[in-house]
C-alpha cells in the first residue's frame, strides 16, 4: 500500500495552509496550464484519481461534466471534500490508487494532480486507467518534474558566476526517495522523464502534449520570491489519448 | 546557415581524435542502445543527417539498406566519409540541413546522430524530414541532452554531502548556448525536452521510444572515470513513426 501521509496529522496540517489548499485550483500555479490540457468537459464522465479536497471535481461539474468520480486515499481529505465540494454529480470514493480498479470503459477523461509519483506501481495504474476510459478517451496529469525528485540533496547550489544552480545527480536511479516536506518521512518515487512517457506508452497511451512547468515570466512579476524557479523546471504536465 | 564548425581546422583536429571518430559507431558509447532502436534495415531506403565521416551509412549498407544517402555541411568530413566509407549503395551530399530538403515519400528511415542541437530551425527540418519519409516511415535520433545543454556554466558542483551535482539552470530559456568544446565559440540550441517532444509531435511524428542515456553500470567497470557521468543523461536517444 502507498504510504498515507496525507492523514498523518503533522502534515495535512501543513498541505491545508498551502495556497493550493486554502484557495483551489487559482492557489495552484500550475493550473491555467493544466486546465488548457483539458479536453471539453461538457456532458463528459469524470475520473480524477488523487482528487484531495475536490477541487477539480468540483470544477468538471461546474464545467457541464455529466459524472464525476474523485478517489483518494486520504479520509481526511475526502472528509473535507465531502463536506466544502458537494455536488449531486460528484462520488466520493476512499481507495489506494496502487489497487484501485476503476470500472472499465466508463470514463472520457482520467484526470490525477500531483499523484503519480506516490505510487511505486504506476504502470499498473495505468493498465486500469487504460481499460476505464473509453476508445478516443483522454488522460491529463500532473506529476513532480523529475528534476525535483532526482536530487539526493534538493538545496540549490551557487555556480562559479555566482548564479543558483539545482544541484541534480541520482537521476538515474529511479525509485524510492524520502523527503521532509511538510512532515518526517515523505516517500516519493523518482522515476525519469524518459520512463514516465515509456509506462504511458507500453499502457497505450499516445502522448499529445507535455509541459515542463514552471512560474512564467508575469508569475514571477507577481511573486519575485519565484525567480529561481525558472532555472529549473518544477512540474511535469503530460496529455496523452487513449490508444 | 548553421555554424559549420566541423570545418573549423582546430574543432576537426580535435573531434577527429574522439573514440566515436578513430573507432567509429564502436567508439560511441551511446551506440548499442541507438541501434536497437533502430528498424530491420535489409532492403530499406535509409537517410543520413548529419552523417561526419559515414560511419552510420557504411552499417546501414553492410545491413543490406537498398540506398543510402548521407547529407552532411562539413566538406572535411565528407572527404573523409567519400575516402573511407565508400559503398555502392552510398551517396554523399553535402548540405545544410537548415535547408536541405530531401526528395519527397523516399526514406523508410531518417536517421540523426548528434546533429540536431546545432540547428535553429529544427522545425523546418522536422517538416521537410516527415515528407520524405514514407507512410509508416520512421525516425531515429539523438541529441545532447537538454540538461547538458541548459547550464550556464558546465561545471560539476558538490553539494553538502560531498557527491557531484550537475548545476542545472537556464533550462527554461531556450536558444544559443555557446561552448568551447573542441574550439572555441562552438554554437548549440538549447530546447526543452518538451519542446522536442512538441516539435516531433507538431511535425506530425509519433514517439515510440525515448531514452535519457548515461553510461551503463558495466561501462563505468570498464571505464571507471565515467562514474560521475551516471548522475544525469549525457544524451537523449528518440524514435518516432511518421504519423
Given at each position: 500500500m502507498t504510504q498515507n501521509i496525507y492523514d498523518d496529522e503533522t502534515f495535512f496540517a501543513g498541505y491545508s495552509q498551502l495556497a493550493r489548499s486554502v484557495h483551489g485550483l487559482d492557489g495552484a500555479p500550475e493550473w491555467p496550464v493544466l486546465r488548457a490540457m483539458l479536453p471539453v468537459l461538457s456532458g463528459k464522465h469524470v475520473l480524477d484519481l488523487g482528487c484531495g479536497f475536490g477541487w477539480f471535481c468540483r470544477f468538471a461539474a461546474g464545467e457541464g461534466a455529466a459524472s464525476v468520480l474523485g478517489v483518494d486515499v486520504s479520509e481526511k481529505m475526502l472528509e473535507r471534500a465531502r463536506r466544502?465540494?458537494?455536488?449531486?454529480r460528484i462520488t466520493y470514493q476512499r481507495a489506494d490508487l496502487e489497487r484501485f480498479a476503476p470500472p472499465a470503459g466508463r470514463f472520457d477523461l482520467a484526470y490525477s494532480s500531483?499523484?503519480?509519483?506516490?505510487?511505486?506501481d504506476l504502470a499498473g495504474l495505468l493498465g486500469r486507467v487504460h481499460a476505464a476510459l473509453k476508445p478516443g478517451g483522454v488522460l491529463v496529469c500532473s506529476v513532480e518534474h523529475p528534476l525535483m525528485t532526482a536530487?539526493?540533496?534538493?538545496e540549490w547550489l551557487i555556480d562559479a558566476d555566482g548564479r543558483a544552480a539545482w544541484p541534480v545527480n541520482g537521476y538515474l536511479d529511479e525509485g524510492r526517495r524520502v523527503s521532509n516536506w511538510l512532515?518526517?518521512?515523505?516517500v516519493k518515487r523518482h522515476r525519469t522523464l524518459a520512463t514516465y512517457l515509456d509506462l504511458m506508452l507500453e499502457a497505450g497511451f499516445a502522448p499529445t502534449k507535455l509541459v515542463e512547468w514552471a512560474p512564467s515570466a508575469e508569475q514571477v512579476v507577481v511573486e519575485p520570491g519565484w525567480a529561481k524557479e525558472r532555472e529549473r523546471p518544477f512540474f511535469l504536465l503530460m496529455s496523452l489519448q487513449r490508444g
Open positions: 466544502e465540494t458537494a455536488d449531486a500531483l499523484a503519480f509519483h506516490y505510487l511505486a536530487p539526493a540533496r534538493q512532515a518526517e518521512g515523505v
